[in-house]
C-alpha cells in the first residue's frame, strides 16, 4: 500500500471478552486487516486515521451484563454510521439494546458451552439479512441425528454459547436468524447489513464459526482479501520513512521483543539514520550483553551505542528493600541515562 492508498480495515470493539485478540486474528486470517479498539472509542476517533477504510465493526462478546451500573457501550454514531455491524454474544444483546429492542435476563435460557442453533428458511427472509449463513453447510457426520423423511431439513451449526442474558424484543427492522431448543433468539440481523449471534463464531467449538466471519466480511462488507502479516511490514517501514524524512532516529534497545521489532522496522526504513542504544544496568541476565551486541551490532549491522552504567544503577539501588521503589528507581534512572546519551550523540552526529 503506498501512503495516498487506503487500507480496508474491520475495526474490533473489545467489550472484554477473553476471545477478544481471538475475532481480530480470525478476520486477519481471511485477508483483511483487523483492529482491536478499547469499546469506548468514537467513531470519529477511528475516522482521524485517514489511512484506514473502515469497512465495517465487530462488537465482541464481554463480561458485563447490557444492565450493569457501568456497562459499557458502543458510540451510537457507530450503530447509525450505515456500515455494516456485526455483534457477538453481549456486542449483540448491545445491539438489540442501543437500537430499540429488549434484553431481559435468560433465566432457565442461560447457555454455556456446546449447543445446537437452528437456521431460519432463507425463504423467509430478505436476501441481505440471510447473508451471514448464506453458502454454509454441515458435514453428513453433523447430519446424521435428523429425521431422513424430511425432504429439506432445517441448517442446524453447533456452536459455543456462553451467556445469562437475552434478546427478547427485537429492535425494529430485525429478523431472528437462528434458535436453539432453549433461546428462541440465537442470530438476527437486519437489511443494512447490522447483525447479531448470541455464540462466538471464532471459536473452534463452532466449526462454521470461520465461514461465518467469512460471510460477514465478503458478503456484507463487501472487504476484498489481500492484506497480509508481509503487507504490514511494509506498510510500517514506508510510515516511518515518510515521517522521519532526513532526520537522525535512536532507539532505546532492551534487547526484548518489541524494542527489538521496533528496531528492526525502523533500520529498515532508514538505515544508517538510526542509531541503537543498549544500557547496561547491571541487572541483565548472564551473557545478555553479549548477545545484543553480537545480533545487532554484528549480525545485523545496526549502529549500535552501548552504555556501561552497571555502578550507576547499583549505587542507586544500594539499601533499597522495596520492590516498587526499585522500579521506580530503575525506570527514571534508565530515562536520564537515554537522555544524556542522546543528547551526545546530537552533539556528535549533528
Known sequence: ????????????????????????????ECQVYSELVPAHTTLTALQQNTHLDIKGFILSGGPSSVYDENAPICDPAILHSGLPVLGICYGMQLVALQLGGHVAPAHGLREYGPATIEVTSSLQLSERAFRIFEGISVSPAQTEHLDPSQASPPLRLPVWMSHGDSVD????????????????????ANDEGMVGLQFHPEVTHTPQGKEIIRNFLFRI?????????????????????????????????SGGVDSAV??????????????????????????????????????????????????RFLARLADVLDPEEKRKIIGEEFIRVFEEEALRLEKDLG
Open 169 to 188: 424484543q427485537l429492535p425494529a427492522g430485525f429478523s431472528v436468524l437462528a434458535c436453539t431448543e432453549s433461546n428462541p433468539v440465537a442470530a438476527i
Open 221 to 253: 462488507c463487501g472487504c476484498e482479501p489481500g492484506w497480509t502479516a508481509g503487507s504490514m511490514i511494509e506498510e510500517s517501514v514506508e510510515l516511518i520513512r515518510t515521517r522521519v524524512g532526513q532526520e537522525r532516529v535512536i532507539c532505546g534497545l
Open 1 to 28: 500500500m503506498h501512503s495516498s492508498e487506503r487500507r480496508q480495515a474491520i475495526i474490533v470493539l473489545d467489550f472484554g471478552s477473553q476471545y477478544s485478540r481471538l475475532i481480530t486474528r480470525r478476520v486477519r
Open 262 to 311: 521496533a528496531a528492526l522496522l525502523v533500520h529498515r526504513a532508514v538505515g544508517e539514520q538510526l542509531t541503537c542504544v543498549f544500557v547496561d544496568t547491571g541487572l541483565l541476565r548472564a551473557s545478555e550483553r553479549e548477545q545484543v551486541v553480537d545480533t545487532f551490532g554484528s549480525h545485523l549491522h545496526i549502529p549500535l551505542v552501548v552504555v556501561d552504567a552497571r555502578s
